[in-house]
């Protein structure tokens, strides 16, 4: 036998606690519940406002007038204890409302935030790599010049010696040995 289950909104509200982050358990829990204040509020009224609502579909009907903030003023309360239920139902309404507006708010803006992230994130990726050829060029333009200078019989003394080169010097040029023309090796 299954043990009896918790009550519709107290197990909904009881899933909004252990994860509060979830906009779709947000979202329910504000149905559920601007449904169930509906629902007792037509109750309430019902019950103990039976001259202004003699049945529950037109106790409904204000109630529902009210939590969507149409309030049409075809049927309204009269009694202190009608007027009290009317607006604790319109202060959930108003709190219902905020709720979703906000909600609609920061998806609008979550999704502008992760378009801004990847457009970011690809202009720094363009901007290394620019950097990088960039880099690369002097680094090719230098091994050439000091490849020039070898060839004139300046010494050179490599100051980026310890840098791993980027790329092979042009094939004409030596890069290392005597200056050409010297000949004290032989």
Not at 17 to 31: G, H, L, T
Request: proline content about 9%; glycine content about 6%; cysteine-free.
């Amino acid at each position: 036998m299954r043990p009896p289950r918790a009550p519709f909104v107290r197990r909904e509200v009881e899933r909004f606690k252990a994860d509060p982050s979830s906009i779709r358990k947000a979202a329910i829990v504000i149905i559920v519940v601007t449904f169930a204040a509906v629902v007792v509020g037509s109750l309430v009224m019902w019950l103990f406002d039976k001259r202004d609502f003699p049945d529950f579909g037109t106790a409904f009907w204000f109630t529902l007038q009210t939590v969507t903030t149409v309030g049409y003023g075809d049927v309204t309360p009269t009694s202190t204890l009608g007027r009290t239920v009317a607006g604790i139902v319109m202060v959930v309404a108003i709190g219902f409302l905020t709720i979703v507006t906000a909600l609609i708010t920061s998806t609008f803006i979550d999704a502008a935030q992760r378009a801004r992230s990847a457009a970011t994130s690809d202009a720094q990726a363009d901007a290394v790599a620019r950097s990088d050829a960039r880099f690369d060029e002097v680094m090719t333009r230098l091994t050439a010049i000091e490849a020039a200078l070898v060839k004139l019989g300046v010494p050179v003394d490599d100051p980026l010696a310890d840098i791993a080169p980027v790329g092979p010097p042009p094939a004409d040029v030596p890069t290392s040995g005597p200056p050409p023309g010297d000949d004290a090796a032989g």
